[in-house]
């Protein structure tokens, strides 16, 4: 699996992000035994004997996304993760949209949380993509969590019926000749976001070749019975 690397030039300066870098591996594709690793970007802020917050960022967002409400609950004295997904961020990207599954954004996650940082009585907060991930790790691993918040969110198993909002937005990621991640953010936010934070929404994305993740994220929310991720999520319902 080939992959790009955002240069971390892309990340200095960044507007209310002071966050240290952490780093793990996971395996490509777990099921192939092909040996790639990919780097996974993950903040952890907060005494590390302290209560454990997940904080899972959706599309085309990443961990920049919980700046404000890390401190706050790091003051509060909690430890908080927030990963950036496999194509986010500061994680690697695959470079074909073909390369990103549900189930290996599943694979991704649960290897990262349980696997590498072995997390424990887990707090998780999830909104968009991050629930439609972060929910199916809940049902398939309860042990490992004390509370969910969901926010904006959901676990479709292609039952419901599809909004016209989101096949326009299906239609609008898949052709659109340049995803500007800061104004899909900018458009998405209730409050004014400034030109520096449209910017640290931009910074993952050097250009069209890092976005194969942000752009294929729409067309893996199963919408029919028999997609990708539907029957597995009947399962976690």
Not at 34 to 51: C, F, I, N, Q, S
Not at 179 to 198: K, M, Y
């Amino acid at each position: 699996m080939e992959f790009l690397r955002t240069p971390d030039e892309r990340f200095v300066g960044l507007a209310d992000y002071p966050f240290a870098p952490n780093y793990l591996d996971v395996a490509a594709d777990p099921t192939s035994g092909d040996g790639t690793a990919l780097r996974m970007h993950y903040v952890d802020e907060g005494p590390a004997d302290g209560e454990v917050i997940v904080l899972l960022h959706g599309e085309p967002s990443w961990s920049y996304l919980y700046r404000k409400m890390i401190p706050t609950l790091v003051d509060a004295g909690f430890r908080c993760i927030a990963p950036d997904l496999i194509g986010f961020g500061k994680s690697d990207k695959p470079i074909e949209r073909t390369d990103y599954t549900y189930g290996r954004h599943v694979s991704w996650l649960t290897a990262a949380l349980f696997g590498t940082l072995d997390l424990d009585d887990v707090t998780l907060f999830c909104q968009d993509w991050g629930g439609l991930l972060g929910l199916r790790i809940v049902a398939e691993n309860p042990e490992r969590f004390r509370a969910v918040l969901a926010a904006n969110t959901m676990l479709p198993t292609g039952e419901q019926e599809t909004p016209d909002a989101f096949m326009f937005w299906l239609e609008m990621s898949q052709t659109v000749p340049d995803l500007d991640a800061g104004n899909i953010l900018q458009f998405a936010s209730t409050t004014e976001l400034g030109d520096a934070q449209v910017d640290a929404y931009r910074a993952p994305f050097p250009d069209e070749s890092y976005k194969a993740g942000a752009r294929i994220f729409p067309a893996l929310v199963p919408i029919t019975a028999d997609q990708d991720g539907a029957a597995d999520n009947r399962r976690a319902w």
